[in-house]
Antibody, heavy 118, light 108 residues
């Protein structure tokens, strides 16, 4: 069965970086795009960007351009999302989600809570 | 960037009632790229509808989607206790994916 397993919660200081991992299993890793979506406490969903696990090609939401980097490791079936220059507003649960038909998010990771606090 | 506006913000209904949720786009959206998700507290979202009207795998037929252009609707024909949750619409266009602000369906 398809599973996306994310890394554990993180606490970071303002200005630091965080790198969240998402390990995929149960399907051919390179056949499906992967998205990253975040959700601040009590708020809605916010799309951050997408990575093509086959080519490594990425596309980021304008809001995060210059601060976010998405990468993948095809040998382990893992995608990564690194967000730099963290500020308190980046406190959120970060999700990876598989894109079927590229943009329909059919499987989601369990979420990784990132807290940014001094 | 296309903005999706969902209404109402909160819908208070009883089990067995019909729920009608609206998603309005700031400009025309391809129906192929309009989806709906359900999210319960502490859980990741779940894909319900894709392509504006196609149910995702395992989604009960009491959930239906319709609409085109700038106006889309998610209908839950008869609310079950497990349907009380927050619902989000989502679109993809011009290499950008956006979500609506969500509609909370709560028990009246």
């Amino acid at each position: 069965q398809v599973q996306l397993v994310q890394s554990g919660a993180e606490v970071k200081k303002p200005g630091a970086s965080v790198k969240v991992s998402c390990k995929a299993s149960g399907y051919t890793f390179t056949n499906f795009y992967m998205h990253w979506v975040r959700q601040a406490p009590g708020q809605g969903l916010e799309w951050m960007g997408i990575i093509n696990p086959s080519s490594g090609g990425t596309s980021y939401a304008q809001k995060f351009q210059g601060r976010v980097t998405m990468t993948r490791d095809t040998s382990t079936g893992t995608v990564y999302m690194e967000l730099s220059s963290l500020r308190s507003e980046d406190t959120a649960v970060y999700y990876c989600a598989r894109g079927v038909r590229i943009v329909d998010l059919d499987y989601w990771g369990q979420g990784t809570l990132v807290i940014v606090s001094s | 960037e296309i903005v999706l506006t969902q209404s109402p913000g909160t819908l208070s209904l009883s089990p067995g009632e019909r729920a009608t949720l609206s998603c309005r786009a700031s400009q025309s959206v391809s129906s192929s790229y309009l989806a709906w998700y359900q999210q319960k507290p502490g859980q990741a979202p779940r894909l319900l509808i894709y392509g504006a009207s196609s149910r995702a795998t395992g989604i009960p037929d009491r959930f239906s989607g319709s609409g085109s252009g700038t106006d889309f609707t998610l209908t839950i024909s008869r609310l079950e206790p497990e349907d009380f949750a927050v619902y989000y619409c989502q679109q993809y266009g011009s290499s950008v994916l956006t979500f609506g602000g969500g509609t909370k369906v709560e028990i009246k």
